[in-house]
């Protein structure tokens, strides 16, 4: 019997018929990820539905040497929850561990399993009266894990920051199968490290993330949400900073989008209307919030807020949505601009951060040059300017074959965004993480002390390189030249 037929009736033996599969149509769909652009192969697929379980999973796995690549609900953007080809790996599938460990309401704090979908999640949360403040277009599959393993952001960081700033707790399983168990939230403790924020944002790398306590808050008891037109990206600036002066902690998002990405989801989506009767070049969808004991004074705050950008001329014209299904409809315009895109065809898309004043100039700037350098592309940004993160996706000219294009002018055009981020003081990755997308520009581009840094956290407690092999951590540069 080889090694490979001896750890996976191993496995199998441990984890049962439910919980470890070689079978290759059950695993045919979590082999490529969420984008299509990486595929690979996988020993079996492995999905427990305990702590304990994955522990003793991951020990089999250290004692034999397999790499191991945890996977949440393989909706990442950067290829981190993908397989390598040759196949020697095992998908870690955290899909069957999906239970509410504990819910105080009183507390605002819940516990559950990293299976846990975000989705249920905000139902969850909801059914108490509370909220959880984090919620992107993946909703429906992206699971409490995956979201804090890549530091997740979405349309809600603008008041209260990525997927960092709602854990309080977090149990992890380590390299050995050893747990690190710190669920219990404490306001104050200055034991050392600050361990579990170095496991958040770290894409299975350093620990694999099995279950985490959340902060909740009150759920808001009335939104507005605003349509407005603009007539360039520093105006939409300008009306972001009287925003935040004018609505204070009521602001709760601030998308930009230009017109070229309306017009794209209005074909994609048949039933999408524009809400505003006149086009502009730029728009921006702005949502206002209040608590209970606020509600009743957010329409007169709304008001006030938007006459007084109208009267500066911070914006060219607006429409408030009349009732909930069509501040919902604003929404689906702007968390379907992925796919229209994608339904147009190629594109290199990329996360970016810049400062959020030097965001205009970012791509005004930038954009004539790629479209100088890459004659044909068309180079936009849309997202979340209040801070600082737009994605920022360069379409390729009509009739290129996809694959060619991507691995030639595409990778090119990658490497002029990500060289001119830099410049600009920004980062290449704001909300979707490195995974094996960005890992060897990061090598190009990080600051070398801080890489050297992560390359020791990795050797300290992954010494095997069996967590997530191939993603996040670049090589050491005498590493990657052999």
């Not at 979405?154 to 050893?178: F, I, K, P, Y």
């Not at 759920?219 to 407005?228: C, L």
């Not at 997202?383 to 595409?410: K, M, Q, R, T």
């Amino acid at each position: 019997m080889t090694d490979t037929e001896t750890f996976c009736r191993a496995a199998a033996a441990l984890l049962g018929p439910r919980g470890f599969t070689r079978d290759v149509d059950t695993m045919e769909p979590w082999l490529t990820d969420w984008r299509g652009r990486y595929t690979g192969m996988a020993l079996g697929l492995a999905s427990p539905t305990s702590t304990i379980e994955v522990a003793q999973f991951v020990e089999l796995c250290a004692n034999h040497r397999v790499p191991i690549v945890p996977q949440g609900g393989n909706s990442g953007m950067s290829g981190g929850a993908t397989p390598d080809p040759d196949g020697t790996s095992v998908i870690l599938s955290l899909r069957r561990m999906a239970k509410i460990r504990s819910f105080d309401p009183d507390s605002e704090q819940i516990t559950c399993d990293a299976g846990v979908v975000l989705q249920t999640l905000h139902e969850t949360a909801a059914e108490k009266g509370l909220r959880f403040p984090l919620t992107l277009g993946g909703k429906g599959s992206a699971t409490i894990g995956g979201l804090i393993s890549t530091n997740a952001g979405g349309t809600q960081v603008l008041r209260h920051g990525t997927m960092r700033a709602q854990v309080l707790g977090l149990e992890a399983v380590l390299a050995d199968g050893s747990v690190f168990s710190n669920l219990v939230p404490l306001k104050k403790d200055n034991r050392g490290f600050d361990l579990k924020q170095m496991l958040i944002g770290s894409e299975g790398t350093l620990g694999i993330v099995t279950a985490a306590t959340l902060r909740l808050l009150p759920d808001i008891a009335d939104r507005r949400v605003v349509w407005v037109g603009l007539e360039n990206l520093t105006q939409a600036g300008a009306l972001l900073r009287h925003c935040e002066a004018a609505a204070g902690i009521a602001l709760e998002g601030f998308e930009v989008l230009p017109a070229h990405c309306l017009d794209a989801v209005l074909d994609y989506l048949p039933d999408a209307r524009a809400p505003l009767t006149s086009p502009h070049p730029w728009y921006a969808l702005i949502e206002l919030v209040a608590t209970r004991g606020a509600a009743d004074r957010l329409d007169q705050l709304t008001e006030t807020v938007f006459t007084e950008a109208m009267e500066r001329e911070l914006l060219a014209d607006a429409v408030i949505a009349s009732s909930e299904q069509q501040a919902e409809d604003f929404w689906q315009l702007r968390e379907s601009i992925s796919p229209a895109e994608r339904a147009i065809g190629p594109a290199m898309q990329h996360d970016i951060s810049v400062p959020v004043d030097r965001m205009p100039d970012f791509v005004d700037s930038v954009s004539p040059e790629i479209e100088h350098a890459f004659p044909g592309t068309l180079a936009l940004g849309f997202g979340h300017l209040g801070d600082g993160n737009i994605h920022y996706h360069v379409l390729a000219p009509a009739g290129v074959i996809p694959g060619e294009w991507e691995a030639g002018d595409g990778k090119a055009i990658s490497a002029m965004v990500h060289d001119r981020v830099t410049e600009f003081g920004g980062s290449i990755s704001a909300e979707h993480g490195i995974g094996r997308m960005k890992r060897d520009e990061l090598g190009r581009l990080g600051d070398p002390v801080a890489l050297g840094m992560m390359r020791a956290v990795k050797q300290a407690l992954d010494p095997q390189g069996i967590l997530n092999p191939g993603k996040l951590v670049p090589l050491a540069p005498s590493a990657a030249s052999t």
